[in-house]
């Protein structure tokens, strides 16, 4: 999915590293160096998301954020913050944005969060009550999951897990991502847990099948379809 | 040279708040004295003078009544007979005409008088013991006589004479011992202090292991310097602290940064893509896990000196243990370590959910990472009093009872447990985030194993 994205960031190296990748990864990029100019152009022109850093010359990435929202403009915004500030998730999702990541990060993990927020906007699928990848199919009221003509029984939190790896079918989802949305925390796992769940819900909707549906992205994440 | 050494001390001396109060309390000293003084004085002196000056009146009236019923030569007979009668008396009488020439009395002539409005008199009398002060009164009678009659007062002023000379002298020397006195105090402060000064001045040119000397009398400087003492202990400890730290960060962070940088250089060097590409990935996850141990670092830090802005909220308890459970069931069952929930009814506590998490989260973490196959991890949450306790048991090896403190710090870790995964900063988390909830930690023995006991307070 071709996404058109606007990056609004003052620092070159970091602006031109994503810019890049997301270029690379076939999206449109736009990039704005300071405030105002970016404000001006997230007002103006259409785009799929947006890339906000805090610190910014001029005006602060939260009062973009803050403008935007309150000017009606819902385009989706994944705020960008330094290591050295204090963790501030909830100040910033408060100003409207709608994800927060802390530089340094992984270029996938952004790539991933920016296309799941797009894909968020584009279709609001939370609302679907049935949920289909290939011949997997999920009743969401029913809490039902077949797969062809086989029933599989999930435990509650495999269940949320597919459900939300099914939300985001085609997407690369990241472990911080399904950590958390599936298990609403926000936290530094010591060992990778999340890789045993996801070989458990493997083992139950792929192995036994002729077509894999997870796959695991390396250095990034997981993609269901 | 010693001339100005000792100038310069007595500066300094004066300068003192204890001088200064000497002087203070010196002067109210003086002041009150000399409202005693000044009441004594009017007291005792005042009274005889009073009294002297009484008796003349007494006289005066006598003789005047003598002088109006009987004239002037029977007032003449009176003091004739006064005098005789009683010669040491000291009273004075003379009785004198027009021309000031005397008629009858004790008085030699007419004394030189000063005039004065009220009737008084004061002037010297001579007479067999000298000189001698005198006091007295004049009439003028009929027909240009005029009568004097006084008193020798002699002893009065002596008496006057010495009370004031006494107050001068003793007053005097009073102040005198008081600002010596002030000025010994105040040396003697000042070289208490001086010695503190001394102390301060050399630990802050690098000896931090110097103390404060105690007199070991207990007074206020004695306190002084205990406390400042025991401020120079934890001082003492922390840097020592800081440098451990700083010791193991530079150790524990070179290992990746190094591994990092060989599997670089292995990628720039390898003419095969392929394998160019895999050392990138290596190196990628090495620089990961660095960034990982910079923010678990800056988290600790930053929950220790109280710069984290975290989350104050109620915090259920059941639900946190549960989903921290759910989390590692799958991993437990993995190493067919049995992952148990034993949850009785915990208090709500007050604190940051994600952090409160992440300390569960690392315990449990723990346990199954040192935890052999086949064994058992054990997580209960019950109420204990007014707090909220969560337990963590595993059946592993164990922590030896000198090294459970030891096991908090910073990148510090057992040897058999160096070559496991993590980066030594989990433990250290976790009493970062109890702390911060004004939780207590407590590690015992499980026998087998390891127990963490977590305390936390249902408000912090």
Known sequence: ?225 | MAQAIALAKLRRVLRTSTFQLTVLYGSLFAVAISILAGFLYWSTVGYLQRQTDATIEAEVLGLAEQYQSSGLRRLARVIRERIEGDPDSGALYLFADRNLLPLAGNLPRWPALASRADGWYSFEHEGEDGRVAARARVFALSEGLVLLVGRKIGDLEAITQRFRNGLLWGGGLALVLALLAGAFMSASVLRRVESMNTTARQIMSGDLSRRIDSRGTGDEFDQLADSLNSMLEEIERLLDGIRHVADNIAHDLRTPLTRLCNALEEAERSTDPVVARERVTAALADADQLLGTFRALLRIARLESGGYEADTATVGLPALVEDAVDLYQALAEEKSIGLHLDLKDPPSVTGDRDLLFQLLVNLIDNAIKYTPEGGRVEVAAFPDGEDAVITVSDSGPGIDPALRERVLERFFRVDESRRQPGNGLGLSLVHAIARHHGATLALSDNEPGLKVLVRLPVTS
């Open chain 1, 1 to 225: 999915m071709r996404m058109r994205v606007l990056i609004i960031e003052d620092d070159n190296e970091v602006a031109s590293f994503v810019v890049k990748g997301l270029k690379e990864a076939g999206h449109a990029v736009d990039r704005a160096a300071d405030g105002k100019e970016g404000l001006l152009l997230a007002s103006t022109e259409d785009y799929d998301a947006l890339i906000v850093d805090r610190m910014l010359p001029s005006l602060d990435g939260l009062s973009i954020v803050q403008t935007l929202r309150g000017a009606g403009n819902h385009t989706p915004i994944l705020i960008l913050s330094a290591l050295g500030e204090v963790d501030d998730r909830v100040k910033g999702l408060k100003a409207g944005g709608d994800d927060y990541l802390v530089k340094p990060f992984a270029f996938s993990e952004l790539v991933a969060r920016l296309e799941a927020l797009a894909r968020r906007s584009l279709a609001p699928e939370a609302t679907e009550s049935r949920l289909e990848v290939g011949d997997l199919v999920m009743d969401r009221l029913t809490r039902e999951v077949h797969r062809g003509a086989v029933k599989i029984d999930l435990k509650p939190r495999e269940f949320r897990l597919l459900e939300y790896l099914m939300l985001h079918r085609g997407q690369v989802v990241t472990r911080t991502m399904l950590l958390e949305q599936v298990w609403d925390y926000h936290f530094d796992p010591q060992t990778n847990v999340i890789d045993v769940h996801i070989s458990r819900l493997r083992s139950k909707i792929d192995k036994d099948f002729d077509v894999a549906l997870l796959e695991t992205v390396r250095g990034a994440g997981y993609r269901l379809g």
